[in-house]
């Protein structure tokens, strides 16, 4: 097929889907080489920005430092990546512990040659095509991607959303249930649906389950 000098190719961004294993990379980072490896053991928080000492990215960093310490109490690590090289993100930390009164204690991955933002598609040529989108990647502590998120370069993130989706996914793994919309830590939590007619015959009679129909229950962890 020919392309006249006004038509351009599309670009395929590749994206790991949820409960893909996460592409594994080494990078260079503001707290020296670091690979995806060397967080097996601890979930991630793997965020992108378009770019160091831009506004939106500065309130974000800020709000990531505030719930770092939540976070690590969910044995989940923050790892932050932009474009940008690690001296420019050396010189932004410095500069928001300075001017914001905000030290950032987790690392920044220098993804100058993009390797790490094109194996999780972070790029967004409809946006920009230089600059790093605002995509969140939760990992496992397994290393298996268990949920994607992106924003526009316009709209910051919700942090109180993004510590309320790793305490729903854990609560997931450890109890085996889902949780309902705007669930919260302490509110009840929806069971699976029954598979056969015993089980929903018996679902229906036990005091363990709030029941709204046969398909429908909650129980308190």
């Known amino acids: 097929m020919e392309y006249n000098n006004n038509q351009q190719e599309q670009q395929v961004i590749s994206l790991p889907r949820i409960g893909d294993p996460a592409p594994a990379f080494e990078a260079?980072?503001?707290?020296?080489?670091?690979?995806?490896?060397?967080?097996?053991?601890?979930?991630?928080?793997?965020?992108?920005?378009?770019?160091?000492?831009?506004?939106?990215?500065?309130?974000?960093?800020?709000?990531?430092?505030?719930?770092?310490?939540?976070?690590?109490?969910?044995?989940?690590?923050?790892?932050?990546?932009?474009?940008?090289?690690v001296h420019s993100h050396i010189a932004w930390v410095r500069n928001v512990k300075e001017k914001m009164g905000v030290e950032l204690t987790f690392p920044i991955i220098a993804d100058l040659n993009k390797d790490v933002a094109k194996k999780y598609g972070m790029i967004m040529p409809g946006e920009s095509t230089t600059e790093t989108s605002r995509a969140v990647f939760v990992i496992d502590d397994k290393q298996i991607v268990r949920a994607v998120i992106y924003y526009p370069l316009s709209t910051g993130r919700n942090m109180p959303e993004i510590l309320r989706l790793v305490k729903a996914l854990q609560t997931t793994d450890e109890h085996g249930l889902a949780t309902p919309a705007n669930w919260q830590p302490g509110e009840m939590a929806i069971v699976p649906p029954p598979k056969t007619q015993e089980e929903a015959d018996e679902r229906a009679a036990s005091d363990e389950f709030e029941c709204k129909d046969w398909y429908f229950c909650k129980k308190h962890i």
């Open 28 to 85: 260079e980072t503001t707290h020296g080489t670091l690979q995806l490896e060397d967080f097996k053991g601890s979930w991630v928080i793997l965020f992108s920005h378009p770019a160091d000492f831009t506004p939106v990215c500065t309130t974000e960093f800020i709000a990531f430092q505030e719930i770092a310490d939540d976070l690590r109490k969910l044995n989940t690590e923050l790892l932050g990546l932009s474009v940008d090289s």
